[in-house]
């Protein structure tokens, strides 16, 4: 259902890899609720080819960058602005990736090499987008952007490891970029902290069909869907929520408020029951 929340609005949607990255669908939400924007993605992400059919669907261009390199950054943002004919009113980073989880290294045998690069394409290329737009003043007054985190940024899952310290590092850049540009032009921004999602990134975490579950058990609402928090960018990109802004917003089914649900004790309940058998 469209309310045309977007109309008139132009801005930059990163991170959509196939179709079950959250990026996907907040681009298509996005196109449904009247927005136009640039699609992004690493190079070597393009040449998998799945970001054509939603550049088709949603009448979007894709401009390719590495968002480690503050030069790829600038070509996109210049790029965005001409093709957009204006300046942007909204930004989506939703970029993750650590060799040492994909490699399953152990939190105390990490490679600091792949750390730094975690760090690098995880929490700074977010620093890097905001440093590029401001340079550019490539934002409109009420812009919104919006960064994706996640709850091991507060809270110990051991087989996060280093994406626990870019997460907590993505928050703090969000907070202090939104004072900055919030005092210069009244743009908002904020992090969304999503549930467990099965897309390419989330899946690529040891043990993750383990923690998706305790997760979906843990929450009153269950795990939130990807679809959902598409939504939820939506009506941050919206003019909906004007004076939200330096947040970290749970969007979790409630999970980070519990202490232990009824689901997970059963389970619990019937193990113990199972190994007294
Ligand atoms: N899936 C989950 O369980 C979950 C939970 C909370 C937060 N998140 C966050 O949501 C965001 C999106 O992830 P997703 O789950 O949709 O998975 P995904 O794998 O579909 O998306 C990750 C994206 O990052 C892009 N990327 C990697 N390196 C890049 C670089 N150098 N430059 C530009 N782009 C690069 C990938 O190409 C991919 O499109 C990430 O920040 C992730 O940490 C995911």
């Known amino acids: 259902m469209s309310n045309n929340l977007l109309a008139g609005k132009v801005g930059i949607i990163s991170g959509a890899l196939d179709e079950k990255s959250i990026a996907w669908k907040v681009a298509q939400r996005a196109h449904a609720q009247g927005a136009r924007f640039v699609l992004t993605n690493a190079p070597i992400a393009m040449r ?18 590495d968002a480690t390199s503050v030069e790829e ?18 930004v989506l980073h939703s970029i993750g990736m650590s060799p040492n989880v ?9 490679d600091y090499k792949f750390f730094q690069q975690t760090i690098d394409v995880s929490a700074m290329s977010f620093h890097k987008m905001m440093h590029v737009a401001e340079k550019q003043d490539a934002l409109n007054e009420w812009a919104s952007i919006v960064a ?16 626990s310290q870019a997460k907590a590092m993505l928050e703090s850049i969000a907070r202090n970029y939104g004072h900055r540009l919030g005092v210069q ?14 897309t390419t990134a989330g899946t690529g975490v040891g043990g993750f069909d383990a923690f998706f579950d305790y997760a979906d058990k843990m929450s009153p609402l269950g795990n939130a869907p990807a679809e959902a928090c598409a939504d939820y960018c939506i009506s941050l990109f919206s003019d909906l929520t ?4 330096m947040q970290n917003l749970l969007h979790d089914g409630g999970f980070s408020s519990m202490g232990i649900s009824e689901h997970v004790v059963e389970a619990l309940t019937k193990m113990a029951e199972t190994q007294q058998a």
């Open 48 to 65: 998998m080819g799945e970001i054509k059919k939603l550049s088709a669907e949603c009448d979007a261009p894709i401009i390719p960058a």
């Open 73 to 90: 950054l600038e070509a996109l943002f210049s790029g965005a602005q001409e093709h957009l004919g204006g300046k942007l009113d909204f």
């Open 102 to 110: 994909r490699k399953k290294k152990d939190y105390g045998n990490l």
């Open 148 to 163: 994706l985190s996640y709850i091991a940024a507060q809270r110990v899952f051991p087989d996060y490891t280093d994406m």
């Open 185 to 198: 032009k009244k743009v908002r921004v904020n992090t969304i902290s999503q549930s467990p999602t099965k």
């Open 242 to 245: 004007r004076y939200v802004t």
